[in-house]
Each structure stands twice: as C-alpha cells, then as structure tokens.
T-cell receptor, first 114, second 116 residues
Framework: AQSVTQPDIHITVSEGASLELRCNYS??????LFWYVQSPGQGLQLLLK??????LVQGIKGFEAEFKRSQSSFNLRKPSVHWSDAAEYFC????????????FGTGTQLKVEL | GAVVSQHPSWVICKSGTSVKIECRSL??????MFWYRQFPKQSLMLMAT?????????EQGVEKDKFLINHASLTLSTLTVTSAHPEDSSFYIC????????????FGAGTRLSVL
C-alpha cells in the first residue's frame, strides 16, 4: 500500500521569504501526486497535481512542486510567501486502478511571520 | 468549476440523536463521492467511497450501521451519523470526482459535528 510522509509538522517563515514543504511517498510505480491547502475550519483546496510528463508543475497562488522519482519526493515551493499563505498543507498520493482513493500525509502547518 | 457544497457547516446535537450531512456537486455530475473524518490537527481519514446508485464501500474499521451513506443521485450524497455519541464529534469532509477528471477530488468545506 502507498504511504505519504510529511516530515515537518510545523514550519514558520517570514513574509517574503521562500518556502519549501517536503513530501515523500512510498509506492512501487509512479503515483498521482497532489498538494492541497486547508484554512482553519475549511475544506481542502487543490493547489497542484502531477500525473505524468514534466516533473515541475505549476499550481495556483504561485506554488510549484517538483516530482523527483529518484528521491520519491514531491516538494512544494513558493519563492515569496504572503501572510495569507498561512494554513495547513497536505500532500496526497493516488494510484492508478486505486478507485481514485487518496492517501494523505499528516500535514504541515505553515505560520507566516510579518 | 468543480464546486462541492456541504451542508450544514456546523451542527450540534444531543447524544442518541441522528444527524444528516449533505454533499452536493453544484456544477458537475459526481461519479464518485468520498467521505472523510478529520480529528483536530490530524490528517484526513477516509471513511467510505460511494458511487451513484450503488452501496457505499466502507474502509476497514468504519461502522456501516453508525455511518449511513446514500448516493441517490449524481449530484448528492448524504452521510447520516446514527445514534450519535460524543466520540462521534469531529470534522467531516466530503469530496467528489467526475468522469473527465476522475483522479482529482474536489472537496467540500466540511461539517463540524458536536455531540453533547
């Protein structure tokens, strides 16, 4: 079965600084990879996804992520963080033929200092 | 596009009563809907998967008789928490996929259930 690890439970960055959130997955083949963001008391919003092709994917709100097969990673990045980016970020993995189910990581709470 | 609406956003009920949560896809036909449970500061736990017109498939450890799921149409799925108890208090989130983007789940805003 696939699994997802988000090593950082909490991250604090200053507004305007760059951001990288880590995500590692465990799966034998190439999975479908997602990043979602959740604001307090809200559902999840899709930031970006990777299915195949170009390993650097662009998402909404200025986020991007890079799929690295050799490292089984799909890290999320943003060059300059805004205070409104403070939220919980979840990495998720789906597999072909898996009934469209997703396995979520435990999330990374992002705090932005002004 | 791909908007999922969940209602109510917050519900308080007495122990022993039943509560129904609705999940609607507003601008697409949802071939599959998912129900998750999220405990405070934790990840999402998949409870069940439902396809229109068929019985829901529950994840291991989820009580079918406690959490009744109905997917009566291509735009509506409901989760009924029967005989709710304080330990059922949680944040419940639904998501949906559609045929042209079946690998992408679109999420509702969630329902906060508090059982007194």
């Amino acid at each position: 079965a696939q699994s997802v690890t988000q090593p950082d439970i909490h991250i604090t960055v200053s507004e305007g600084a760059s951001l990288e959130l880590r995500c590692n997955y465990s799966y034998g083949a190439t999975p479908y990879l997602f990043w979602y963001v959740q604001s307090p008391g809200q559902g999840l919003q899709l930031l970006l996804k990777y299915f195949s092709g170009d390993t650097l994917v662009q998402g909404i709100k200025g986020f991007e992520a890079e799929f690295k097969r050799s490292q089984s990673s799909f890290n999320l990045r943003k060059p300059s963080v805004h205070w409104s980016d403070a939220a919980e970020y979840f990495c998720a993995v789906g597999v072909a033929g898996g009934g469209n189910k997703l396995t979520f990581g435990t999330g990374t709470q992002l705090k932005v200092e002004l | 596009g791909a908007v999922v609406s969940q209602h109510p956003s917050w519900v308080i009920c007495k122990s022993g009563t039943s509560v129904k949560i609705e999940c609607r896809s507003l601008d697409f036909q949802a071939t599959t809907m998912f129900w998750y449970r999220q405990f405070p500061k934790q990840s999402l736990m998949l409870m069940a998967t439902s396809n229109e017109g068929s019985k829901a498939t529950y994840e291991q450890g989820v009580e079918k008789d406690k959490f009744l799921i109905n997917h009566a149409s291509l735009t509506l799925s409901t989760l009924t928490v029967t005989s709710a108890h304080p330990e059922d208090s949680s944040f419940y989130i639904c998501s949906a996929t559609y045929r042209a983007a079946k690998n992408i789940q679109y999420f509702g805003a969630g329902t906060r259930l508090s059982v007194l």
